[in-house]
């Protein structure tokens, strides 16, 4: 079984900051790709990017790119998503992901619980 777990959420006004990550753990993990999700009050889940572990390449939705960096630290097993710049149009649960299924696009075998980012205007 692999375990996630995303904290580092909150409350933030338009324009800051925040740096969620998400801590994995478990026999099963395995440093291949890992990836973050959003999904903001009543709308479906977004996609905002991911990271391959070997050489650290990322990759980024365009309503995200240039505002947001996902970064990994090995020897602590987690991954992390510094958010700048942020919109009221950023608020959602913020998802993280591991463990890609083949074949299916946006699927993916573990998650995590979700962590809230609020952005008032």
């Known amino acids: 079984q692999v375990q996630l777990v995303e904290s580092g959420g909150g409350l933030v006004q338009a324009g800051g900051s925040l740096r969620p990550s998400c801590a994995a753990s478990g026999r099963a993990f395995s440093r291949n790709i890992m990836a973050w999700f959003r999904q903001g009050p009543g709308k479906d889940r977004e996609f905002i990017g991911y990271i391959i572990w070997s050489g650290g390449y990322t990759n980024y939705a365009d309503s995200v790119k240039g505002r947001f960096t996902i970064s990994w630290d090995n020897a602590k097993n987690t991954m992390y998503l510094q958010m700048n710049s942020l919109k009221p149009e950023d608020t959602a649960v913020y998802y993280c992901?591991?463990?890609?299924?083949?074949?299916?696009?946006?699927?993916?075998?573990?998650w995590g619980q979700g962590t809230q980012v609020t952005v008032s205007s």
């Open positions: 992901a591991a463990h890609p299924v083949a074949g299916v696009p946006g699927g993916y075998e573990y």
